[in-house]
């Protein structure tokens, strides 16, 4: 679904992706970890088409993303839905408005009747309610902010749903809530998911298959089985930092 090939990406002399390979097959999560400043976030800016490689390229159900412009990548962003680092969702708007924006964003003819049913259908695949609807985001909980975001993020219904950093800053019992969001709109929505971390704990919870970025390369990719018997000095050196705790 996602396929991502030999990616190079320079800033100046600064190399910040040196020949990254990915695969992420239709249905699955894949996460990928690495410590801060690694280039986790230019390379899922790469994915919804927000930087060009210098070489390399990505292709998500086949097209491939750095070859579009204008129209064509606006009409091929409508394959993705975002969850962004805290909710980012608008704080003047309800819960009702937040979740329908993108849908009324993209079809202008959507019938009111139809535009609730589908906003409700997705607040119900993240466990939240029609109580909820009239409320603004201040009056609800961290995890429940991050439920309303995936509700919007799949309001559309996009084959990909990308997180950024979706646990960073949250307490314990708000990440198990977004672990379990994640892994529930898999298994109820089938969604491809791409995810970018330095949440160990949560990546190995999520997590079909992983990779872990150190200096421009993927140091180790696989299951997360597989990545944790890595022999990999910084691998190991990495994931110690949690394993250790446990
Ligand atoms: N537009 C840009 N111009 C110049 N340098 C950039 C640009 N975007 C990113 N970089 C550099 O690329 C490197 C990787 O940045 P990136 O934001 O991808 O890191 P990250 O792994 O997402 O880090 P964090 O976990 O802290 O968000 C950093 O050194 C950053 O300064």
Redesign the pocket.
């Known amino acids: 679904m996602i396929a991502i090939r030999d990616l190079h990406k320079s ?2 002399d ?1 190399k ?1 992706l040196d020949g990254i390979t990915i695969d992420v097959e239709r249905g699955t999560t894949f996460v990928v970890l ?10 899922m800016k790469h994915v919804i088409g927000l930087l060009k490689p210098d070489s390399g390229t990505v292709l998500v159900d086949g097209i491939e993303i750095p070859k579009l412009e204008g129209r064509e990548l606006t009409e091929a962003r409508r394959m993705f839905g975002m969850v962004f680092q805290g909710a980012a969702l608008f704080d003047s708007m309800t819960v009702y408005d937040n979740v329908a924006f993108p849908l009324h964003e993209r079809q202008r003819g959507i019938k009111p009747s139809e535009l609730r049913e589908r906003v409700i259908e997705k607040l119900k695949v993240v466990d939240l309610d029609e109580d909820v609807l009239t409320k603004f985001p201040a009056e609800l909980s961290g995890g429940m902010r991050k439920r309303v975001a995936l509700a919007r993020a799949v309001v559309h219904e996009p084959k990909v749903v990308l997180y950024d ?1 979706p646990t960073t800053g949250l307490d314990p019992i708000t990440t198990a809530y977004v672990d379990d969001m994640i892994l529930s709109a898999k298994q109820r929505l089938g969604v491809t998911s791409m995810v ?1 971390s ?1 949440d160990i704990a949560s990546a190995f919870k999520v997590a079909d298959r992983m990779a872990v ?1 150190y200096d421009g390369h993927l140091a180790a990719q696989g299951t997360p089985e597989e990545v944790r018997r890595s022999d990999h000095p910084y691998v190991q050196h990495y994931l110690s930092m949690w394993f250790e705790k446990q």
């Open positions: 800033f100046g600064h910040v690495g410590g801060s400043g690694s280039g986790k976030t230019v390379l950093e970018i330095h970025l």
